[in-house]
């Protein structure tokens, strides 16, 4: 493709290639990043330009009337534009921004990142600043020597790691003529796990067993009572007659046959793409990890002993989440 | 719409209040509807903003602007001037106001707004109006502030502090550049203003002319001197020589009226020394101009009629100052022309039986000019002829007859006219000369403030030998009126003052508030001559003066200085107390060996993870590089410390 690539395309390549380095040199990803001169822009917005527009015909009218008070304001106006730069500028100045907490999501949901906007000077706040996503924004104002928590959304859609776009902090406080602006790259990622299936009868061996079947069992077991619903939960467990109710989604409880000790096995799915099976298994571990029990994991390159737990759910998401994907990735 | 670019809902009542206050000051130029408009729709656009009104439709919008076009066109005839152009501006202002429901539409208004303060220089440079205008300003930079506040953030009253900290920073810059800034002329030439409702001297003199000036408290021009004031009676301020009487009526003779051998100016001779003041005189709209007899400027644009009078070539429509150079001594025109003593010596004849025939019998007895002329003069003195403001009025056009012989009351065109005719009949050349008489002494700056009371006419008569000899009748009949000034005279007489209700002239009597309103009078003098006045010729003048020379390259000096004054403690203070997070010791590890990487050429991309930046190091380095061990390292370590924060659950 490269060859085949014109020399301006090329061009362009290099220059952009050349650009993101200069860019990662002036602003290294971090956890916390510290708005330091260096990595604040500052740029005339559109209403600065409309604003020198304006300037101009007060300048056309001074000179045209040869009036020195109209001189006077055009000055003085002018003047404070060049005021408004360092306001404008030291108002993102050492602004410090964390990324403090990452929430682990399935496909298709928003990731929410969130993060913390502290303010080191206890005389001057940071006023109207905008954190800015491509589908998510959000305008705060951190008080002087205090801080605030916002989370931003982004939409994910596969599993694995997700890094986080790049975030464009911004304000055009106090005067709305200049903008500064910065980007920043965070050194946290969402974990996204592999999107829970319920699994197919005609492919797996779990079926047979009685403790996964729901369906024609269902009838047998006893309602022991109801729980908070979940994500990952079968539809047909919901309680949906409350929810019509106008209740919170509950999940119907069942009492079970207390079983042995589970081995959820990749070699055991006969059939299925990579990502079935793993969204199968994902099913499974939150299936058993709902009934308190010990299960162990399988996968072509990995294994978890049992155990149950939070913690053990976890790591076999984890490892499902991230199954497959380059060495270098799974981090 | 996304919310951030709704309008903020504070910073609409800050709008509405800068719209009002920057129309407020043009509502001697604009008709009343306007105003009428600028209400009806900062009313409805609170409705808007109290939910209780519609934004009107598309439509209804392009109806209202049309309307307002057509309005504007049926108050002033035209779209071509100075004060449609203002009005059609302050339209168009009060309607956008309607339909500002964006952000941006916030900014335009204020943008609006700082040229409608502009505009109102054009018609008004004097001290209140700028302070009106710092004021309007103020407000327009506050209203700018609260729309880039975050719609959350409380009403905590610190927008207008921040709008004026930072004009105030603004300010020393701004000198700067006033100072430095060449003033060149104008590029293309613009609407003036039509000048409607300007009181001041007509190029004409009929009775009842000046009396009308006498009840005006109005500033005509302030002289500032630069030495000792003359006496009162010596302040003859000449502006208007009226040669041509026509229909009852004295006029100026025009330039092209004069035969091609009378339009060069006859230089006199100057002795002695001779005073120097700077005169800046109030818009007129006419293009003549005062100074003491015979007096010379050196200021561009001011020339010298054959008359001996200062004149512009375009009327005066702003405050206009100029410096003069006046000798006492110097005799106009020792010789006369035949054509300009014909011209000087006409009356016509017929008009006035009773005095022509009182003249015939009186220069019989005087058959010299000065005797006769002193003859005149004695003859108002003796016989009851009264000074006054309110004269009763003679139309006919035997008014020589009339007045001499049955009101014998009369101001001061009464008596000059009176005498310039009888002068004629007798054969004397002699014309009227109307201009200020006297004036007030502000010994705070050495100045003379002229108002339009002070107006005057009086006569020049021609004496061989000497030229052109000031007399003055009014004098003959109240002397005070000259040694005093008229205020002496007529105080308390009805129509005195009687159109400067308000003015702080009534108030001289009380010695504080005189005192003040001379400290201010001062005051508006300096900021005419030096802010005002601020020309081409004085900056080169005060440059110079402070430099030695005009060099570029120490103004580009000075400007930038002024900026580092102003801008690197404006930085350190604004910075004062932030404070820089200080990178984790693995962070900071990490970034002085991509640095090294960066070196031989493997730099991080934006926002590479460091994982990647050392896989890329392994591919590109040799193995067992004591560079890429240490990557190693300093990856793992950061890993290690930030990877409990980096999921949950």
Redesign the interface.
Known sequence: MLFQANPKERLKNVLL?RY??W???R????????L?QRRLFIFPS??GF??AV?LL??L?????????????????????F???V??TH?NL??M?ISS?????VYPGQQAEFVFRISC?????GH????LVWPDS?V???VPAGGEVEVSLRHKVVARGWF?PP?LRIES??????LRCWS?A?F???A?VWPRPLEVDRRVSPYTENASYGFSEHEGLDDLMGFRDYRIGDAPRLIDWRSHARGLPLQTKLYSLPVDEDHWLDWHDFSAGSVEQKLSWLCWLVLQHHRRGESFGLRLPSFELPLAAG?RQR?LAL?ALALHGLSR??V? | MIV?EQLPRRSLIWLIVCQIAVMLPHLQQIPFWIVVIYLATALWRLQMFRQRAEMPGRWLRLLLGIAGATLLFMSFGTFIGLEPMVALLLVAAALKLLEAIRE?DG??LV?LG??I???H??FT?TLPA?LY?VFC?GLL?TA??T???????RCSGHEPL?ALK??A???P??VV??LL?P????????PSTSGQGMTGMSDFLRPGAVTKLGRSADVAFRAGFAGVIPKKPALYWRGLVLSKFEEGTWRTLQWRELPGSERQLVAPETIGDPLRYRVVLEPTQQRWLYGIAYAESSTAGVYEAVDYRLGVLNPIE?QFGYDVTSWGTAGLQPSLSDWRRGLETDFPKGLNPLTEAWVKDLRNQFSDDRDFVAALLNYFRMQPFYYTLEPPEILSPDFVDKFMFDSRRGFCEHYAYSFVAMLRMAGIPARIVAGYQGGEVNPLNNTVVVRQFDAHAWAEIWVGGAGWQRVDPTAAVAPSRIELGIEAVLDGQPGFLSDSVMSAYRFRGIKILNWMRLRYDALAFGWQSF?????STRQIDLLKDWFGEIRVSWFIALLLGS?AG??IP??LW????????R??PE?QRF?AL??RL?QRGL??????????TL?RARRHLPEGDALYLALEHAVAD??RR??S?????
């Open positions: 290639q993101r380095r860019l990662g040199r602003l290294p990803a971090a956890r916390t990043i510290t330091e559109r209403q409309l604003f304006t015909l007060m056309l009218t001074a000179i045209n009337y040869q009036n020195n008070l109209a001189y006077g304001l055009t000055f003085w106006l002018a003047m404070l060049i005021v408004a360092h306001f030291a100045l050492k410090v403090i907490r990452v929430k682990s080191t000077s206890a005389r001057r006023h109207a600043v905008k924004e305008l705060v104002d890094d790049k055009t406080y106090p005067l709305g003529l980007f790259y050194d946290s990622r974990l939070d976890d984890r270098g990735e981090g | 951030g941006r900014y335009l943008f700082f040229f303060c502009v505009t220089f054009i440079q700028t205008s300003t930079v700018l502030v729309l880039n506040q975050s719609p959350g953030s921040l930072m004009l920073l603004a300010i810059m701004m550049l006033f800034f003033r060149i002329g104008p590029i293309w030439s613009v702003f802010i005002v006045g601020f020309d900026w102003v801008l404006l930085m604004l910075n004062r107390g932030r404070r820089v997070h990178l984790l962070e970034s991509c640095l960066d730099g991080r991309t934006f926002g590479e993870p460091p994982l990647q896989r950061l890993y930030t990877r924060a980096s999921e949950g659950p």
